[in-house]
């Protein structure tokens, strides 16, 4: 696939605002974050009600690709809106959009890759797929489920505990590697290597 295909839209999902930062619903913003740092650019507003930034992954030459990082900024349940502006704006199909989030249904700090599917409640992926439809790329970073009889609503949006802490930087490069990889080799290679 060349660039001649034009970018890639990635969209870490999360909760704009200091109160939500180290929520496990945030970790699509943490793993944008750590994106941008390794690419050497800033995030700035968007009138897509996005942080958006442009810029390449990986080596320059054959193995580069272009690339639209995008952390909504219209809390979760919304973030289909600015996905869709965005995608629109820069002409990117649904199957170069990968959205970035936390999973209640997989192990804390397990990865999964896939594309398409349904959204397991998860009201992110809702709004996108009401915007563009479910056949977009997922990467799947685990928080696991609350325990005892925890509402759901309140653990995603409460901060990872200190145990969890303690991996969470390690877990959070890997789920950025994982999108690296994706986007530069595609699903099946990604899937095999980060589908832990």
Known sequence: MSDADGPWLIAGLGNPGPEYAGNRH????????????????????NRARAQVLEGRIGAPGAGSRRVVLAKPMTYMNLSGGPVAQLSGFYKVPVERIVAVHDELDIDHGTLRLKRGGGDNGHNGLKSITKALGPDYHRVRFGIGRPPGRMDVAAYVLKDFSAAERKEL?????????????????????????YNS
Request: hydrophobic letters at 50%.
């Open 26 to 45: 945030n970790v699509g913003f943490m793993v944008a974050d750590l994106l941008a740092e390794r690419m050497g650019a800033r995030f700035k507003a």
């Open 169 to 193: 930087d390690y877990f959070v490069d890997r789920a950025a590697d994982a999108v690296e990889c994706l986007v530069q080799q595609g699903l099946e290679a990604a899937q095999s290597r």
